[in-house]
C-alpha cells in the first residue's frame, strides 16, 4: 500500500462515519424542536454546524488515539479480544497511521471545526460560541493531560454533557437565537443514553483499560457493579422522558417506550453474560439500537410540539 492510499485508509478509520450517529442525534432533535417550537430552520446553518461537529469528532477520536497508543491501552488489547464496539480506532497499531499523523489530523480537524464555529458565532449566533468553546475543551481533554477525563472515570459524564446538553443546545441556538427549558430537558435523556452506550462499550476493553491505567467508570466498579450503572442509565433517561412529557403536555416524549424493551434486553444479557464477552455483545448492540431509536423518535416527538401548541 503506498503513502497516500495508507493515509486515506487511516483517516477514514479514525474519522469512522458510521458513529457519528452519536453528535447527529443531538444536532437534529435540538433542530427539529427549535422549528416545534418557534418555527424556525435553516438548512444551511444546521449543515454548516453538522459539519463543524464532525470535524470536532474527528480531532476528539485523534487525540484519543494517541493518547491510548502511548499508555498502552491500544497494544493490550490483542486482535483476538478486538470487536465492533471496542474503544479507539486502532489506526496506529494497525500501521496505518504513525503518531506523528495522528497528531497532525486532531490539529488540523479540531482547527477546522473552530473554524466553523467562529464562522456561525460571527455570521449567525455570536451565542453558541460559548457552547462551541465547552465542546472543544472536552473534545481535546477528553483524554489529554491535565485532565484526562477517559482515565479518571469522568469520561462518561463529559461524553453525555457535550452530546446531550451541549450539542442539543447548540443546534437549537443556531436555529431559533435563543434558549428553551424544554430543550434542557430533551437533552438530558440523549445524553444519558449516549453515556450508557460509552458505558457498555468499555466491558471488551476492560482488561486492555485496566493494564494502561485508564480507570474509567467500568474499571473502577468492576464488570459486575458496573452493570447497576448501565441499567440506572437507562432508567435516568426513561425518567426525564416522562419529565419532559410533564413539563410540555406533549405526549409524543413518551414515544420512546414503544422500544423500552430493547434496553431491557440489554440489561439482561450484560447482567447475565458481563463475564462472557461473545455474549455480552448484544448488549452493546441493544444499547446503541435504543440510542437511535430514541434519537429518531425524539425528532418525531420535536416536529409534534408544533401541533400540541394549538
Known amino acids: 500500500m503506498d503513502k497516500r492510499a495508507r493515509l486515506w485508509k487511516g483517516f477514514w478509520q479514525l474519522a469512522d462515519p458510521k458513529i457519528w450517529i452519536a453528535s447527529t442525534v443531538p444536532m437534529l432533535v435540538g433542530t427539529a424542536l427549535a422549528f416545534g417550537l418557534t418555527g424556525s430552520f435553516s438548512l444551511y446553518w444546521f449543515f ?13 477520536n485523534a487525540v484519543n488515539e494517541v493518547v491510548d497508543y502511548q499508555s498502552g491501552v491500544d497494544r493490550f488489547l490483542t486482535p483476538g479480544e478486538r470487536t ?3 474503544g479507539g480506532k486502532k489506526t496506529i497499531v494497525d500501521g496505518l497511521l ?8 486532531a490539529l488540523a480537524t479540531l482547527g477546522a471545526g473552530a473554524l466553523v464555529g467562529l464562522y456561525i458565532a460571527y455570521f449567525r449566533e455570536p451565542a453558541v460560541l460559548w457552547v462551541g468553546l465547552l465542546g472543544m475543551f472536552f473534545a481535546v481533554f477528553y483524554s489529554l493531560a491535565p485532565f484526562k477525563f477517559s482515565y479518571r472515570g469522568l469520561g462518561e459524564a463529559a461524553v453525555g454533557l457535550t452530546f446531550g446538553p451541549l450539542i442539543t443546545s447548540g443546534a437549537y441556538l443556531v436555529q431559533a437565537h435563543t434558549l428553551s427549558p424544554l430543550v434542557v430537558l430533551a437533552s438530558l435523556p440523549i445524553g444519558f443514553l449516549i453515556a450508557n452506550v460509552l458505558w457498555i462499550n468499555q466491558y471488551p476493553d476492560y482488561e486492555a483499560d485496566r493494564k494502561g491505567h485508564k480507570r ?4 473502577r466498579l468492576g ?3 458496573g452493570v447497576g450503572v448501565f441499567a440506572a ?4 433517561a426513561y425518567g426525564f422522558l416522562v419529565v419532559l412529557f410533564l413539563a410540555s403536555g406533549n405526549p409524543f416524549w413518551l414515544l420512546p417506550f414503544a422500544h423500552l424493551g430493547l434496553a431491557m434486553r440489554a ?12 455474549r455480552q455483545l448484544e448488549a452493546n448492540a441493544r444499547t446503541i439500537q435504543t440510542y437511535q431509536l430514541t434519537g429518531a423518535a425524539m425528532v418525531l416527538a420535536a416536529l409534534l410540539s408544533r401541533v400540541t401548541l394549538f
Not at 504513525?98 to 489530523?105: F, G, K, M, Q, T
Request: charged content about 20%; proline content about 4%.
Open 216 to 219: 474509567n467508570g467500568v474499571v
Open 233 to 236: 442509565l437507562f432508567g435516568a
Open 84 to 86: 465492533p464496539f471496542s
Open 267 to 278: 440489561v439482561r444479557v450484560a447482567r447475565e453474560h458481563y463475564n462472557f464477552l461473545p
Open 48 to 60: 454548516a454546524a453538522l459539519v463543524g461537529i464532525y470535524f470536532i469528532e474527528i480531532g476528539k
Open 223 to 225: 464488570k459486575k457493579k
Open 98 to 105: 504513525s503518531v506523528a499523523e495522528a497528531r497532525v489530523i
